[in-house]
C-alpha cells in the first residue's frame, strides 16, 4: 500500500508527516537534556541499598520576588527591586517512581483503577503491577512474556501475529491500553519504554469503556520526568538473540525536561526459519510551571518476523471430542508447519500524545488526554488448516491467507477531579468525558496453490514446504470493508471516605458507540449499528488497621456486537445485542509492610449473550461463567530478597452454547484450573545477585471445543546479576533451566505453541 492509501477518507501522507516534524522536534528537546549539569547529579543507589519508598509532597513553589515598600507613610522612592534567593525546583524532585511509590519490585499506588492517584490497598479490585525493575531482571521483551507472573492470566497465541491473552476465562485481542488510553490494534507491543505493567482484574467500564470483559493491560510509558539517565543496554544470547536499547534523559532546566526511548533487535527463534527484526524510539517532553504541566510524547515502532502457527495436533480414529481427546503431534519443538518465506507480520505503528494537567488550588484539578495513532498491520499465514488433525497416517494439511489492516485512532479525555467534605466525610469526586473516532480498513485474500486448490497435503515428518501460493480475492467470504466508529462518553465516580474504617467507590458511565462499516465487495451492504451503554460501578472498603482492607464489589462491562475489532458489520450483527459482562468480587488486601503486598480475591464472573449461528442466523444466547480465587505476594521479604507472583484457581465453564462444538460444560480453552507462578531475586552482595522462577500450570485445552489436550508443566528460570561499578552491570538470563518440553498456548487445536528449550541470555549496561 502506498502513502495515499486511505482510511476513513483521510490521507495518512499528511499524518504521517505531521508524526515525523514531531518526532524531530521531540528529538532535538531531547538531546538539550544531555547537559554537564544532568551529568552532575547524585548516581543511583549501589544494588544492595534497599531505596526507600515515599510519594512526594507537592513541590513548593516558586515565585517571582516582589519589590519592598519603605514603613514610612510616604510613597517610597522607586529603586531598582533586588530579588530574593530563589533556589531551583528541579524536575527530577517529582520523579516518576515517587509519585506511585515504585521501587523494586513494588507500587504502592495507580491511577488507572480509579483515575485518581490511590494506593493500591484503597482500589477494591484485585491488581497486578509489573514493574521496570522486575521486566529488566527478567529480560521480558512482550507482554506475553511477562504476564505469565500475573495469577489467573495466560497468554494466548495471538496467530502468531499480534499480543493475545486469557484474563478470568475471557480472551481479548484488544483491551490494552497505553497510559489509560486505547490502544486496541492487533500487534506486538515492545516493551522498552515500560515504566510499569498494570493487569486489572474484572470488568471495569466505568473506568475504561467497552470491553475488559476479565480485566485490561494498562502499559504505562516512561516519562520526562527530570531524573538524570544515560543507559545503554546491549544483549546477546541463544538462537541468535541480538538486541541493543538506550534509555537517556534529564532536567533541560528547573521547568523543562527530555527524554529517549530507542531500541532495535534481530534475532532468531528456536523455531526454524523464524527471524524477527524490531525498532522504535519514543522521544517525550516535560514542561511544569507552577500549577500547569504539559507532556509530549511520540512513538514510532516498527515490526517485522516471521508468522508462526505453531504445530498441528494427532488425529485419531474415532475423532478426538472432550470425552477422548488427542494431543498435539510428536515433533520436534522447532518443526515449522507451512512455507516460512510466505508467513510474515509486518507492523509500523505511531502514537503522538499531549497530556495537560491544571490545578486550580480550590481542590479542583483537570486533565486533558489527547492521543492520535496510525497502525499499519498485515500478516501472511502459510500454516496448518483450521479444524483439521493430522491424519493417521502423517498427513497434515496446509492452508494459506494474508489480511491487511489499517486504522487511525483519534481520542481526547478530560477528567476534573474535586477534593471536597460534607462535615466529616471526605469525597473525590471525578467527572470526566471521552470522545474518539476510529477509521479501519481491513482487506483479506485467501490463498491458493497448484491451480486453485486452498489446500496442500504435506507429511508430518517433513511439513515445511516452499511450494509459492498466490493470494486472489475471493469476493464471497473474503473481507473487504471498512468501518467508522464514532464515540462518546460521560463518567462520573465519587470515592467516600466515611471514617478511618470504611470507604465506598461508586460511579457510572454513559456510552454511545456509533459503528459504521461498508463492505466494498461486490453486492456489500453498508450497515449500522449504535449502542447507548451505561456501566455502573461500586466497591466498598472495610479497613480494621490502615495496612489491610476487605473489599467487595460489582461491575459490568459490555462488547458491542461487532466484538473486539468491529472491522466488519453484518446485516446479522447489526441486529445483535452486546455482549455482557457481570464481576462480583470480595478480597482482602495487605500491606505486611511498607515493602511488602499480599493480596487475596474470589470472583464470580459472567458473560451474557454470547453469538451463536443457529441455521445461519446470528443469535445472542451464548454464556459463560468463571469462578475463581487469586492468591499474590509482591516485594521485599527482606532488604535482599524480592519476589513476585502467586496462585490461582480458574474453573471457566460454557453455560450455554456459543457454536457447535462449544457446547454446554466445556472447560474455557488456555485456561488451567490451577496456576503457580513465583520470581525471586536474591541480593548477596553489591556486586553479586541471583534470581529464580517457578511457572507451573495444570493441563489445559487448546481451545474451548476440548478436543485437544496441553499436559501439565513446570518451568523453571534463573538468572545471575552482576554489578562491576556504578558504571557497568550485567546479567544473564536462563529460560527453562532444566530444558523442560512443554506446550506454551495455542489458537486453535491445529495451532500450538511449543514452548522454548533452554536458552541463554546474556546483557551488558553502561550508566554514563
Known sequence: MTDQTKIGGHSLRAHRAFLISTSAAAVLAASLCITESAIAQSAAPAASSLPPVQVEAPAARVRRAQPKRAATNRAARTQ?????????????????????????????????????????????????????????????????????????????????????????????????????????????????????????????????????????????????????????????????????????????????????NAMYENSGSYRDFLHLERYGINPTVTVRGEDTSVKLSYEYLHDDRTADRGIPAQGTVPAPTPARPTVPVNTSPSTFFGNPDQSYSKQDVHIANAVIDHDFNNGLTVKNSSRYANYDKFYQNVFPTTGTFVTPGGIASISAYNNLVQRENLFNQTDWTYRTHTGPIKHTITFGTEFGQQNTFSLRNSGTINGGASTLLVPASNPTTFAPWIFPHNNASDNNATATLNLASVYVQDQIEFNRYLQFIGGVRYDRFDLTATNLNPGGTRDSRTDNLVSPRAGVIVKPVDNVSVYGSYSISYLPSAGDQFSSLTPGLAVTVPEKFINNEVGVKWDINPRLQAAVAVYDLDRENQRFIQNGLVVAFGKTNTKGAELSLTGYLTDQWQVTGGYAYTDSRIVDASSATIVAGNRVGLVPYNTFTMWNKYQFTEMWGAGLGVIHYDNFFATSDDTVNLKAFTRVDAAIYFRLDKTWRGQLNIENLFDTRYFATADAPNNITPGSPRAFRASVTASF
Open 80 to 260: 531598582r527591586a533586588v530579588a530574593a534567593p530563589v533556589v531551583a525546583q528541579p524536575l527530577s524532585m517529582r520523579s516518576q517512581d515517587a509519585r506511585t511509590g515504585q521501587v523494586g519490585y513494588i507500587t504502592t499506588s495507580i491511577s488507572s483503577g480509579t483515575k485518581t492517584n490511590t494506593p493500591l490497598v484503597n482500589v477494591p479490585q484485585s491488581v497486578s503491577v509489573l514493574t521496570k525493575e522486575f521486566i529488566r531482571d527478567q529480560d521480558f521483551r512482550s507482554i506475553g512474556e511477562a504476564i505469565r507472573y500475573v495469577p489467573g492470566v495466560v497468554p494466548h497465541q495471538g496467530e502468531g501475529n499480534r499480543d493475545d491473552v486469557v484474563i478470568r476465562g475471557q480472551r481479548t485481542n484488544a483491551d490494552f491500553f497505553i497510559d489509560g488510553i486505547r490502544d486496541d490494534v492487533q500487534y506486538f507491543r515492545d516493551l522498552y519504554n515500560t515504566q510499569r505493567i498494570e493487569v486489572l482484574k474484572g470488568p471495569n467500564a466505568m473506568i475504561f469503556g467497552r470491553g475488559g470483559g476479565g480485566g485490561v493491560i494498562n502499559r504505562v510509558q516512561k516519562e520526562a520526568d527530570g531524573v538524570p539517565i544515560r543507559e545503554v543496554t546491549v544483549q546477546g544470547g541463544s538462537f541468535d538473540n541480538k538486541r541493543v536499547t538506550v534509555d537517556t534523559g534529564g532536567a533541560v532546566n528547573e521547568n523543562v525536561a527530555a527524554r529517549i
